[in-house]
């Protein structure tokens, strides 16, 4: 069992930055694919970015290409993610998530919400115009 604690939200006017983080605990002992997801109000929520159990590779929503970046401490218990040049359309609710069943490949990244099993309650990014 892991927990996850994403902080680093707030209100910000367009343009700004923020860097989100995600703090896992429990009790593990390797890394896993992690990735950072958004749901915005009356809407699904949304992959932004993932990254290998490896560290070694990434993928970002098209939405986000260019301003966002993932990365994660060499103990693989710290995620961040580095958002810039942000805009009122980023506003939503940012979740950090981590895959703990078995992936035997890792420099996969996984994409889709459902391939997670762990999440965190979220942190609120406003960005206002």
């Known amino acids: 069992q892991v927990q996850l604690v994403e902080s680093g939200g707030g209100l910000v006017q367009a343009g700004a930055s923020l860097r989100l983080r995600c703090v896992l605990s429990?009790?593990?002992?390797?890394?896993?694919?992690m990735g950072w997801f958004r749901q915005a109000p009356g809407k699904e929520r949304e992959f932004v970015a993932g990254?290998?159990?490896?560290?070694?590779?990434?993928n970002y929503a098209d939405s986000v290409k260019g301003r966002v970046s993932i990365s994660r401490d060499n103990a693989g218990n710290t995620l961040y993610l580095q958002l810039n040049s942000l805009k009122p359309e980023d506003t939503a609710v940012y979740y950090c998530?981590?895959?703990?069943?078995?992936?035997?490949?890792?420099?996969?990244?996984?994409?889709?919400?459902?391939?997670?099993?762990?999440w965190g309650q979220g942190t609120q990014v406003t960005v206002s115009s």
């Open positions: 998530a981590a895959r703990t069943v078995p992936s035997p490949n890792y420099s996969l990244v996984y994409t889709g919400k459902g391939e997670y099993d762990s």
């Open positions: 429990g009790r593990f002992w390797t890394s896993f694919p």
């Open positions: 990254i290998a159990s490896s560290g070694g590779r990434t």
